[in-house]
């Protein structure tokens, strides 16, 4: 049987669905990809830390699935704009949705407004060229900068802020934030995490990393590492925490250190209040206590001075046009994949995966499975749902004069980047602006 699926989102979860659709040797099954940006691959490219080469090798598996024959991409086509959910439903038999977890979670308290203070979500698509937040511009003008949260994405800022140009000028950073980067006048980055170490999410490599920073040492207070009886258990019981917790009590031993830079862990602190005339200068913050594993305030405060707070205390999803949204989970409703809409019946033809299926949470490799699992009831349902209409989408986008960049186009900029990074001893110089990239593809 022909199937023709539509997958919006060109991440991780969006290639490793197309690969599972491609498995299927009992259909002939053809996919177009879109994305909102030229440039596939989502948070591989606009997540991943500049300086985990490693992880972003991913993206040979990918370029595999785009060499299937079968396989389309459109990048720099809108869904919502430039295409909507009764366009797809015209043209494709599945729809399957991969947009991630594009926006970020608030603190909700005071002074998160100001000047200085802005999402980790923010800070990483700007090092990463994210062509959305080119002009950010955060001020690195400044002596102190505060993380909220002490997941994997808080240890990537405060270890970009924390290296050296050195350590950075290798990587594929984006230009700007490279030069910015230059400039930084940031002597101490404060960590905070709300409840103790043995709950940190970060992973033992993740920490173990600020151990071994050319120009930053990592420091440590000793009451904060004391475990109450239920952390010590939790240590007891799982590996990985426990190596978590002893990485930190080795930066005990390490003093402040002698290097231009400190990155301060703090546990069981919350920020509450961002004051500073109309910029972020000082971050107020209670200690906390832990109450059958929550952190509740104890009432002491201090403040620490700070022209920067960044927060990173989780991704969250965004509604897309016409699709339905729960705004409590901040997902796409659904059942293993088959999306739901709110009275909780399936909708027909409509798939989810990845972040926008579960939620902001897990590494890469987790969004194969999620996307198998979604898959697999695609191919239960194939034959069900069949598309209204006929025609080539291609067509549509051009009538509708969106200048969409294919895979041959994707693989001109890719070249470009590339060859510039060569120049440079990097894996890549990347394009940036949308035009720039147009001219490369053609
Ligand atoms: P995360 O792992 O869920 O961490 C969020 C952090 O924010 C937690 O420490 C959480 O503390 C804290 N938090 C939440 N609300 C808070 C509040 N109101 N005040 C203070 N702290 C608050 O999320 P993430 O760091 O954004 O990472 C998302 C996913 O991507 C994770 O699965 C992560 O492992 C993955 N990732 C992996 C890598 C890598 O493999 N190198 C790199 C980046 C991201 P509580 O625990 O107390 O809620």
Redesign the pocket.
Known sequence: MDVRVAIIGAGPSAFYGAAALFACKDHNIRVDMFDRLAAPFGLVRYGVAPD?PK?KSVTNLYEKTAADPRFRYFGAVDFGRDLRLADLRALYDMIFFATGAQSD?N?GIPGENLAGSMSATEFVAWYNGHPDYVNLNPNLDIEGAVV???????M?VARILAKSVDELAGTDIADHALEALRKSRVKDIWVL???GPA???F?NT?IKEFGHLAVADPVVKAEELELDPESAAECEKDRLVKQNVEILRGYLDRGAGSKQRRVHFRFLV?PVEITGNGKVEQVRIERNRLEAGN?VGKGEFETVNAGMILR????KGVPLPDVPFDPKKAIIPNDGGRVKDGSGAVVPGLYVAGWAKRG????IGTNKKDAEETVALMLQDAGKTKAGGSGDVADLLKQRGVRFIDWQGWKKIDAAEVARGKAQNRPRVKLVGLDEMRAVAG
């Open positions: 985990h992880i979670r603190l909220v949260g002490v997941g994997n994405v808080a990537d995490g709300r409840r709950q940190a999410k992973t993740e919350s952190a990173s205390v989780g991704y902001p949470t897990g590494v």
